[in-house]
């Protein structure tokens, strides 16, 4: 699977929109991106995952660079308690081949 | 979404005793699971995966005969660490893979288990 590379950690104030970049240069066709977060001391929680289009769920929207080298997340109103690490792995099985997480960014909300 | 459940939450036991972690898909068949080992202020590490009915694979630089993995049913998965020592303290979390509703490959995570070794 593809290395990604992230910021270690990024501040946002709450009720803002929280923007968190990714690097993923070496991605290939078949990866797809997903964005996993985990609070402290809890497992990780799936956010949202894409192949090239730009993606929005509930939670958050994914933008996915043409040349599929780079995206970023989304959050667009952010709150306290999306205060977590978040992850964002490349990976053609998807959960099926497990995942390889990176070290992440830390977002931290403020209030 | 999907539920898996970890158990215990939380266990401390004395160095050299043996600790079970159960993993279980409450809502749904988990074809593979997954059990991950995290250190504090480190990221998950993929330590091995089971597929029901089957032998663990292992990552490389994972005891096979530390970490015993068993995956009986499509429900449940097991993680015995033997003969723990403090070294083996960790945040232990496990996941599971099946059709549960969502896409295809979508990975589901415990709340983890973390284990002090004294």
């Known amino acids: 699977d593809a290395k990604t590379t992230q910021p270690t950690s990024m501040d946002c104030a709450e009720g803002r929109a929280a923007n968190l970049p990714c690097n993923h240069s070496t991605i290939s066709g078949n990866e797809y991106v997903y964005w996993y977060r985990q609070i402290h001391s809890q497992g990780p929680q799936y956010i949202i995952h894409?192949?090239?289009n730009n993606e929005t769920n509930e939670m958050a929207s994914l933008i996915i660079t043409e040349d599929r080298k780079s995206s970023t997340l989304i959050l667009p109103h952010a709150t306290l308690r999306d205060t977590a690490v978040y992850y964002c792995?490349?990976?053609?099985?998807?959960?099926?081949?497990?995942?390889?997480f990176g070290k992440g960014t830390h977002l931290i909300i403020q209030p | 979404g999907a539920v898996v459940s970890q158990h215990p939450s939380r266990v401390i036991c004395k160095s050299g005793t043996s600790v079970k972690i159960e993993c279980r898909s409450l809502d749904f068949q988990a074809t593979t699971m997954f059990w991950y080992r995290q250190f504090p202020k480190q990221s998950l590490m993929l330590m091995a995966t089971?597929?029901?009915?089957?032998?663990?694979?292992?990552e490389q630089g994972v005891e096979k005969d530390k970490f015993l993995i068993n995956h009986a049913s499509l429900t449940l998965s097991t993680l015995t660490v033997t003969s723990a020592h403090p070294e083996d303290s960790s945040f232990y979390i496990c996941?599971?893979?099946?059709?549960?509703?969502?896409?295809?490959?979508?990975?589901?995570f415990g709340e983890g288990s973390r284990l002090t070794v004294l």
């Open positions: 792995i490349v990976s053609s099985g998807g959960g099926a081949d497990g995942l390889t």
């Open positions: 996941s599971a893979s099946g059709l549960a509703g969502g896409f295809a490959g979508e990975l589901f």
């Open positions: 089971s597929n029901e009915g089957s032998k663990a694979t292992y």
């Open positions: 894409g192949l090239k």
